[in-house]
């Protein structure tokens, strides 16, 4: 039997939302666009000495959780969108395959089994992405401009003519950016757009390699009018934006339940997802359980996400991030909201126990790394509690995760090196369509 028409039992998704199957060698086979529990004719097209990668070909039983995909440029085929992996996926099954990846990734990689598992956070399936990066192409043998997300496992630009995932008037927006790049004296230096949306303002950072002409800055402008946009204009790295007209309305985002309001720049790190952001803030501070007498730190604070929401709680916040960009916002955030916190910026990656035993002690932290997690706050917060040298871990820990191997990996050092226990976690729908997995974890002190 060739690999062709070997026929395999899909078992499992991973976190590339591929199905997951044996072949009869006991091998794993990664199988694009197959979901568990289909029976699957797969095509080998990359052999290594512990796994398979392969196509499906044909399919003998399929999924009941399969669905049409919304977007017509997702797929497998050449040329599809790569901005969504899971679109043919029922969203509620989405869910709960990424709260089973959660669990999984606890388990496997950190040994560590939540007391309770948290209902997860869902929100809108559709027009629910307020910040994306779009990239854009003069492509002069076709004379046409291409403007969206790559294409799938490739550096060509998809030909995207609608986005189900953006807001739809941003979707909107795609054919008539193209229109306006085609007609720019720039259009071959300029590379890239940034959404960033706020809750009245919709921001495009035009991100241009050489200097703009009168002519192209006056067609930002008309197209800026017309649309209803505000244009920023980025010429070298981040910290180079700047409006291209000063007047309107400030970009922000409000956490009602604080009554706190949060200004941004279009290249400051925001939640993708405004909803989901604006429940996810709501369960870690209900989560944390914050008394008007506690001292908290909030680690990797950013903008003041979590910060200035618990500040309406506790006695004493403390936010530290590594960027002193972040720490200066979250200053001036703390400050426009009236909002008594503290900000410092230290490198999170090489903390000490030193370093962690002078900020003096806390009640309760509030973690919330990016991808890499934060494994020297973990390491350094065991190393003290091991040390005896009588520094008093905070009582209860909320670690707002983006990666479910990070968070695993920092929980095994929490739970059997530092003395918690795990009491909860969930998963958090922060991308639907996508494989990205966001999540939440208390750990409480034995």
Same mark, same amino acid.
């Given at each position: 039997?060739?690999?062709?028409?070997?026929?395999?039992?899909?078992?499992?998704?991973?976190?590339?939302?591929?199905?997951?199957?044996?072949?009869?060698?006991?091998?794993?086979?990664?199988?694009?666009?197959?979901?568990?529990?289909?029976?699957?004719?797969? &095509?080998?097209?990359?052999?290594?000495?512990?796994?398979? &990668?392969?196509?499906?070909?044909?399919?003998?039983?399929?999924?009941?959780?399969?669905? =049409?995909?919304?977007?017509?440029?997702?797929?497998?085929?050449? %040329?599809?969108?790569?901005?969504?992996?899971?679109?043919?996926?029922?969203?509620?099954?989405?869910?709960?395959?990424?709260?089973?990846?959660?669990?999984?990734?606890?388990?496997?990689?950190?040994?560590?089994?939540?007391?309770?598992?948290?209902?997860?956070?869902?929100?809108?399936?559709?027009?629910?992405?307020?910040?994306?990066?779009?990239?854009?192409?003069?492509?002069?043998?076709?004379?046409?401009?291409?403007?969206?997300?790559?294409?799938?496992?490739?550096?060509?630009?998809?030909?995207?003519?609608?986005?189900?995932?953006?807001?739809?008037?941003?979707?909107?927006?795609?054919?008539?950016?193209?229109?306006?790049?085609?007609?720019?004296?720039?259009?071959?230096?300029?590379?890239?757009?940034?959404?960033?949306?706020?809750?009245?303002?919709?921001?495009?950072?035009?991100?241009?390699?050489?200097?703009?002409?009168?002519?192209?800055?006056?067609?930002?402008?008309?197209?800026?009018?017309?649309?209803?946009?505000? @244009?920023?204009?980025?010429?070298?790295?981040?910290?180079?934006?700047?409006?291209?007209?000063?007047?309107?309305?400030?970009?922000?985002?409000?956490?009602?339940?604080?009554?706190?309001?949060?200004?941004?720049?279009?290249?400051?790190?925001?939640?993708?997802?405004?909803?989901?952001?604006?429940?996810?803030? &709501?369960?870690?501070?209900?989560?944390?359980?914050?008394?008007?007498?506690?001292?908290?730190?909030? @680690?990797?604070?950013?903008? %003041? $996400?979590?910060?200035?929401?618990?500040?309406? =709680?506790?006695?004493?916040?403390?936010?530290?991030?590594?960027?002193?960009?972040?720490?200066? =916002?979250?200053?001036? $955030?703390?400050?426009?909201?009236?909002?008594?916190?503290?900000?410092?910026?230290?490198?999170?990656?090489?903390?000490?126990?030193?370093?962690?035993?002078?900020?003096?002690?806390?009640?309760? @932290?509030?973690?919330?790394?990016?991808?890499?997690?934060?494994?020297?706050?973990?390491?350094?917060?065991?190393?003290?509690?091991?040390?005896?040298?009588?520094?008093?871990?905070?009582?209860?820990?909320?670690?707002?995760?983006?990666?479910?191997?990070?968070?695993?990996?920092?929980?095994?050092?929490?739970?059997? &090196?530092?003395?918690?226990?795990?009491?909860?976690?969930?998963?958090?729908?922060?991308?639907?369509?996508?494989?990205?997995?966001?999540?939440?974890?208390?750990?409480?002190?034995?």
């Amino acid at each position: 039997m060739t690999a062709k028409d070997e026929w395999l039992e899909v078992e499992s998704l991973d976190l590339e939302a591929q199905g997951v199957a044996h072949n009869a060698e006991g091998k794993v086979v990664f199988i694009e666009g197959a979901l568990p529990g289909e029976r699957v004719q797969v &095509q080998v097209h990359r052999r290594k000495n512990n796994w398979e &990668q392969a196509s499906l070909t044909a399919m003998a039983r399929e999924s009941a959780q399969r669905v =049409r995909p919304a977007c017509p440029h997702f797929g497998l085929h050449a %040329g599809a969108c790569g901005g969504c992996k899971m679109q043919h996926l029922h969203p509620t099954a989405q869910v709960a395959v990424k709260q089973r990846t959660l669990e999984d990734n606890l388990w496997h990689l950190g040994k560590v089994k939540p007391q309770r598992v948290l209902r997860p956070i869902e929100g809108p399936a559709w027009g629910y992405r307020y910040r994306a990066r779009l990239s854009v192409r003069f492509v002069a043998k076709k004379g046409t401009v291409l403007v969206g997300f790559h294409e799938r496992k490739s550096r060509y630009i998809a030909d995207m003519r609608e986005c189900h995932v953006l807001p739809p008037q941003v979707s909107a927006l795609l054919l008539p950016l193209r229109e306006l790049v085609m007609a720019m004296e720039a259009r071959e230096t300029l590379p890239q757009i940034e959404l960033a949306m706020g809750d009245t303002v919709l921001a495009l950072v035009l991100r241009h390699l050489e200097p703009l002409s009168a002519a192209d800055l006056a067609r930002l402008r008309a197209f800026g009018a017309t649309h209803g946009v505000q @244009w920023w204009l980025q010429p070298k790295g981040p910290d180079s934006v700047c409006l291209l007209d000063e007047a309107g309305p400030r970009l922000a985002y409000a956490l009602p339940e604080y009554g706190v309001e949060m200004p941004f720049k279009p290249t400051d790190f925001t939640q993708v997802n405004p909803q989901i952001n604006r429940v996810l803030v &709501q369960r870690a501070v209900n989560l944390l359980d914050v008394q008007r007498h506690e001292r908290v730190i909030d @680690w990797f604070c950013g903008l %003041g $996400n979590f910060t200035l929401p618990l500040a309406t =709680r506790a006695r004493e916040v403390l936010g530290i991030e590594g960027s002193e960009t972040l720490v200066q =916002r979250a200053q001036e $955030n703390a400050r426009y909201n009236g909002l008594s916190a503290t900000f410092a910026t230290r490198d999170l990656f090489e903390l000490t126990p030193d370093a962690l035993a002078a900020d003096g002690q806390t009640d309760k @932290w509030l973690v919330d790394p990016p991808r890499e997690g934060a494994f020297a706050l973990a390491k350094a917060a065991a190393e003290l509690v091991q040390s005896g040298s009588g520094w008093t871990p905070p009582a209860r820990i909320v670690y707002v995760s983006c990666n479910p191997s990070t968070l695993a990996r920092d929980a095994g050092l929490l739970v059997h &090196q530092a003395g918690y226990r795990c009491t909860a976690a969930g998963a958090v729908n922060m991308f639907p369509h996508t494989a990205h997995v966001e999540s939440i974890a208390v750990f409480d002190r034995r």
